[in-house]
């Protein structure tokens, strides 16, 4: 038989008092988990650092992180999250920057001498341990352990340009592109062993900024006057196409490949649903005169993107949607530019 048990009603009304206690939600903060943790990268602040701002609960309120010297003097350009501890900044003086405790302490990777002074524009990875950055000179670097050793890929292939973009697809695909005047892409199957320069559709031969790609035969690669081109077959063809925008597409944000935003100049932002074929355009919220040059998509819904001035006077703006691009609202303003977000994910 099930035996009964007594309990005071002293007990009753310690343990009633208790459980309603913690059931007060004020007292509990929303955990942080991995994808609500972001970082963006930008230039100069009042005090000569580079800027650096974190978020744990999705872009709705920003920190600056730039708690060290070692941003001194340091414009940074872009930013990979790992995780929600882990995240790189790449910018000036061949700088790759990381942190491995959400901010509290940095290290600075040192170099190689022989690979001589550059400016890192770009970075992305395939997992913690495989990592590429690229930046001018036709500088392409990547590191197969975490980021304690790096080499220098693809030395007397790329021309002597500005990569602007870099995209890893996974440990064997990676493209990168040049902001050059006639445009310039390539891409490795074979984790960089190996490349080839990409042969562009007639009269699409456009400076490229970056690439997109959340799958290995959809990859889209973007650039100036509302210019970009599309392959659906891992980049073996070409389409190009034009957008109603005539500012540059400066970066691209993709929930799938149907879906994406495109962060444009002077504060336009592009939305499609049916991979280009209509598009909706809006205007960026807060200071105007900017370029919207950051974007990413948490998802379907939630997508940030941050912008820089477009006048001689550094400012910066982080704005945010949460209803797929239909509305959006200015979450962080900045005395200094803003060049990329990123966030963790899954």
């Known amino acids: 038989m099930i035996k ?3 309990i005071p009603v002293s007990v009753i009304l310690l343990l009633f008092l208790y459980i309603t206690g913690c059931s ?11 994808k609500n943790v972001g970082w963006v990268a930008g230039g100069l602040d009042k005090n000569s650092r580079g800027t650096v701002l974190y978020t744990n609960n999705s872009g709705e309120t920003w920190q600056s992180r730039n708690n060290s010297d070692i941003f001194n003097n340091t414009l940074l350009n872009d930013v990979c999250v790992i995780n929600e501890f882990t995240a790189y900044f790449v910018g000036d003086g061949n700088s790759i920057i990381k942190t491995r405790d959400a901010g509290i302490t940095w290290t600075r990777t040192n170099l190689p001498d022989a690979f001589g002074s550059r400016t890192l524009s770009s970075i ?7 990592i590429w950055v690229s930046g001018d000179q036709g500088t392409v670097y990547k590191t197969l352990d975490g980021g304690q050793t790096w080499s220098q890929e693809g030395a007397g292939f790329f021309p002597s340009v ?5 995209k890893v697809i996974n440990e064997k695909v990676i493209y990168v592109a040049s902001s050059r005047m006639d445009g310039y892409a390539a891409r490795t199957t074979d984790g960089g062993m190996t490349w080839d320069s990409i042969s562009f559709p007639p009269n699409y031969s456009y400076s490229w900024i970056g690439i997109g790609a959340i799958d290995t035969n959809n990859v889209y690669i973007h650039g100036a006057t509302g210019h ?3 392959s659906s077959d891992a980049g073996h063809n070409w389409t190009g196409y034009t957008t109603p925008q005539h500012g540059d597409l400066n970066c691209i944000a993709m929930y799938n490949n149907d879906i994406f935003w495109f962060a444009c100049d002077f504060d336009i932002i592009l939305t499609t649903t049916d991979a280009g074929s209509t598009w909706t355009q809006k205007t960026a919220p807060g200071p105007s005169n900017q370029f919207l040059v ?3 998509a948490i998802n379907r819904n939630e997508i940030l993107m941050v912008g820089q ?3 001689y ?9 949460t209803d797929g691009g239909s509305s959006w609202a200015v979450k962080y303003l900045s005395s200094s530019n803003l060049f990329k977000i990123a966030f963790a994910e899954d």
Do not use: W
Not at 124 to 130: C, D, G, I, L, T
Not at 162 to 166: A, E, H, K, N, R
């Open 294 to 296: 950051g974007a990413y």
């Open 313 to 321: 006077r550094d400012t910066g703006k982080i704005i945010k949607s």
């Open 124 to 130: 992305s990875f395939f997992n913690e341990n495989v």
């Open 24 to 34: 007060d939600k004020s007292s509990n903060p929303v955990p942080v988990t991995k």
């Open 162 to 166: 500005l990569l602007q973009g870099i």
């Open 228 to 230: 970009y081109i599309f």
């Open 4 to 6: 009964k048990i007594q």
């Open 309 to 311: 001035s477009a006048s």
